[in-house]
């Protein structure tokens, strides 16, 4: 899996001084990156029990979706403020880079529905700690994390302790 991080393209101080910003652009315009990682993450949870796959706007929609057809299960969207048009449940989080507020819709995610959360970097884990939130306000189970990639020096994993993560390429 390695070689995946040859199509990673880092930008220093993106979007403020002192980030190193993984961009993931790069990697899903190669036509092999682009399958190699989404078969990666599908082979990475293929044995995990689950219902569902839920992905976080906006980069998260980038392999969730594709995961989740490739492992023949639903979709569940977590979207930024007012963009989901039915009764939707909030959360607060704070990000490396600030802070945010995603929804879902409160009916995504049926009482003791196993939900696996796909997302393209686990960095400080304030977002991922936040959608667990969400899932279980609803009544879900959180099955686990598979992100593409993990930001070790950010001990994210720290705060998703409890949970099963795995990451496909680390830093
Ligand atoms: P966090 O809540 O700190 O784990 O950050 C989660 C989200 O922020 C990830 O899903 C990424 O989309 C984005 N993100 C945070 N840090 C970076 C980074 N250094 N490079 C690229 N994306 C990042």
Request: glycine content about 10%.
């Amino acid at each position: 899996m390695d070689h995946l991080k040859s199509l990673i393209r880092e930008v220093p101080d993106f979007p403020k001084p002192g980030i190193n910003f993984f961009d993931i652009t790069t990697l899903l315009k190669d036509q092999a990156g682009y399958r190699d990682v989404i078969d990666g993450l599908r082979e990475t949870v293929a044995a995990v029990p689950c219902d569902v796959i839920l992905g976080i706007e906006a980069r998260g929609f980038m392999f969730a979706p594709t995961v989740a057809y490739a492992m023949g299960k639903g979709f569940v969207p977590v979207r930024k403020p007012g963009k989901l048009p039915h009764k939707t449940t909030q959360v607060q989080y704070a990000l490396e880079y600030g802070h945010d507020t995603l929804e879902i819709h409160t009916d995504a995610v049926a009482p003791g529905q196993r939900v696996l959360i796909v997302d393209d970097v686990l960095a400080t884990g304030g977002t991922a700690g936040a959608v667990a939130q969400l899932v279980e306000k609803l009544g879900g189970t959180v099955a686990g994390f598979a992100f593409v990639i993990e930001l070790d020096f950010l001990n994210g994993r720290k705060k998703l302790d409890g949970y099963d993560v795995w990451s496909l390429l680390r830093y």
